[in-house]
């Protein structure tokens, strides 16, 4: 607790960067950290901005998109992870995907005829707008929230936007429908990214993330790497291959392995992984979103993993063995 009383210590503000300006899907993620309410955040124009932010101490974290349910892994950000030294990843959350259609104040749906939208936005509301506006054109826009904006800044000839519900929040624009996207399952995963620190502590519910390089280019390659997870019953949620970029035919993956680092199956795997690849980079052990309690055979249970040293230590020393 702080003191107002004469010479007490000031608290320390902490600075988050994310994707803006306001009204984004990555500010309502940022919304679910309760660490960050009450501290500074600064809106950024990009990914590698708010990484850049981390790394040369202007944010004391980032939050990005990882990863959505619809499009799959968000690549800017998993190749920026895997070239930036230096991150952790130390928490996830889940946004709902929900998109509305929205114009400048007064405006009517069935006036409208040309539509503002990032084409990822667009892509994912065609359906109803297919159904709802059948002789609607389209008009991209650099971000969700800018097909908005461009709306009120008189820099869009558009009719109307689909843009994020937050943007209702922070800027005088008129409803025209709501729920507008097609699939209403769609979610986007994002991660709070911060300068390498001790991971959190185990809860159960974790999950460990790495980008791992093949060793060569060889048949069994990315069988022998998957292996070091199955034959310690690690479960991946997430196994995605991106170009390296030195030469055609080059991949690093990315993986999301259901687990923690200070679990002894996780770490006898990376272990593993160490000892075949070139180059494994540990993104982090942190909480899982939807806090799922990970499940695994016992005969993979942490005590086995120790019993089994204690047994290998003994045949070295020369112990008798055990009854």
Known sequence: MTSDLPGAEAPVRRTYSYLGPAGTFTEAALAQVPEARGHDWRPVRNVGEALADVVEGRSDAAMIAIENSVDGGV??????????????????YLVPVEFVLVGRPGARLQDVGLIAAHPVAYAQCLQWLSRELPAHSHVPAASNVASAMGLLDGSSDADAAIAPPGILE????????????????AVTRFVLVARTVVPPSPTGADKTSLIVELPDDHPGALLEMLEQ???????????????????????????????????????????????????VTFLGSYPRADRAVVHYPE?????????????LRGLISGEPDAD
């Open 170 to 185: 922070h800027h005088e624009l008129e409803l025209l429908a709501s729920n507008i996207g097609d699939n209403p399952n």
């Open 75 to 92: 690549s800017t950000a998993q190749d920026a992870l895997a070239t930036i030294p230096g991150l952790r990843i130390v928490g996830e």
């Open 229 to 279: 997870f199955a034959t310690r019953g690690i479960n991946l949620s997430l196994l995605a291959s991106r170009p390296i970029g030195d030469e055609l035919g080059r991949y690093r993956f990315v993986v999301d392995a259901d687990g923690h680092l200070q679990d002894e199956r996780m770490a006898d795997a990376l272990m593993g992984l160490r000892r075949f690849s070139p180059r």
């Open 299 to 311: 005969r993979y249970a942490d005590d086995v993993f120790v019993e089994a040293r204690d047994w």
